[in-house]
């Protein structure tokens, strides 16, 4: 009786650790423009060493990431200012210069920002530099410190990239801009190319990437898939000649931006969402389980008058 038990016990242990792995996994991501931040990694605040990048240390505010699939995702609750290919509260809709976009499994990147203190959002216009081999930027050494490099005229490299939001326009997206050779601090000249009018008629903004905006927070939200697809060719839509397409997401990708006034910050930012193996203390319970199973299966056909299999437990029979 007692070995029955702990073979049962083996057994649910096992399914609950399967289904607590699953819905870890599952876990959603609060995109409602930063009034709560369920499923977002806080990366430090901006004043703290080792995300601290440069200039004022005194426009204070929190940084956070997330990475996860698209799974018919929108914005919850109210209040939140963003979205579409024109600003305002269209959500992830997509016109024709984002077709495609923001398609379930799509692979999200997420960067918020929460202001603590020595600024505001108002109006404000957020650049985001995405250093794609992780080389580019880092961090000053000391708080307030003048060596971190975060000008991505100075260190951006070819295939780097920024992207811009325009909080006075409805948090829409504004711009994407390519380093099509190395900047200045690397000895090159600096040579950064821009797909014309924010891709499409020059006044639709018709990016695959979305911001929502609080009075005193914000989250962007990018689909890597989608831009992959779009700007890693060259002259995309024929807007610009000299485009040569943007480099391809690793696992992680670092960035520099200003998330409030010129305050400054690097960090490095997971692409990819959650792994859907479970963790090996998961997988432990879930053999012991499938074990547990193999030896109930093996008394039941001894008890039917069938042979028993050999026993895979030294020292039982």
């Known amino acids: 009786m007692t070995r029955q038990i702990s073979l049962r016990s083996a057994i649910a242990g096992g399914l609950l650790a399967m289904a607590a792995a699953s819905a870890a996994i599952a876990a959603p991501v609060d995109i409602n423009g930063g009034t709560s931040w369920g499923g977002w990694t806080s990366q430090g605040k901006s004043n703290q060493l080792g995300v601290y990048g440069g200039g004022s240390d005194t426009a204070l505010y929190e940084v956070y990431t997330t990475a996860f699939s698209f799974d018919n995702n929108s914005v919850a609750g109210s209040g939140a200012v963003g979205g579409g290919p024109t600003g305002g509260a ?18 999200m990147l997420g960067i918020g920002v929460r202001v603590i203190s020595g600024g505001s959002i108002a109006g404000f216009t957020p650049t985001v530099r995405f250093d794609l081999d992780s080389d580019s930027y880092k961090p000053a050494t000391t ?17 780097d990239f920024t ?6 326009n409805g948090w829409r997206g504004g711009t994407l801009t390519e380093q099509v050779g190395k900047g200045t601090s690397y000895g090159g ?3 950064a190319q821009q797909i ?29 898939d989608a831009m992959q ?20 997401f690793d696992s992680k990708v670092r960035i520099a931006m200003n998330g409030l006034g010129n305050n400054e910050v690097v960090f490095d930012a997971l692409t990819q969402p959650p792994s859907s193996v479970p963790e090996p203390g998961s997988l432990t319970l879930v053999a012991l389980a499938m074990m547990g199973l193999g030896v109930v299966r093996r008394r039941k056909t001894s008890r039917d008058g069938l042979p028993p299999a050999p026993c895979l437990v030294a020292g039982r029979d």
Do not use: H
Not at 92 to 107: E, L, P, Q
Not at 196 to 224: E, H, K, N, T
């Open 196 to 224: 014309v009018g924010g891709i499409g008629s020059g006044v639709s903004y018709d990016w695959p990437f979305r911001a929502f905006a609080q009075a005193d927070s914000y989250q962007m939200l990018f689909d890597l």
């Open 163 to 168: 992207v811009q939001f325009e909080g006075a």
């Open 143 to 159: 708080v307030p410190g003048a060596d971190g490099n975060v000008s991505f005229t100075s260190w951006s490299e070819n295939k």
């Open 90 to 107: 269209t959500g992830f809709g997509t016109g024709t210069y984002s077709m495609g976009a923001f398609a379930n499994g799509a692979r």
């Open 189 to 191: 000249p600096y040579n």
């Open 229 to 248: 697809k779009l700007y890693g060719v060259e002259n995309p839509f024929g807007r610009n000649a000299a485009f040569t397409g943007i480099g391809m």
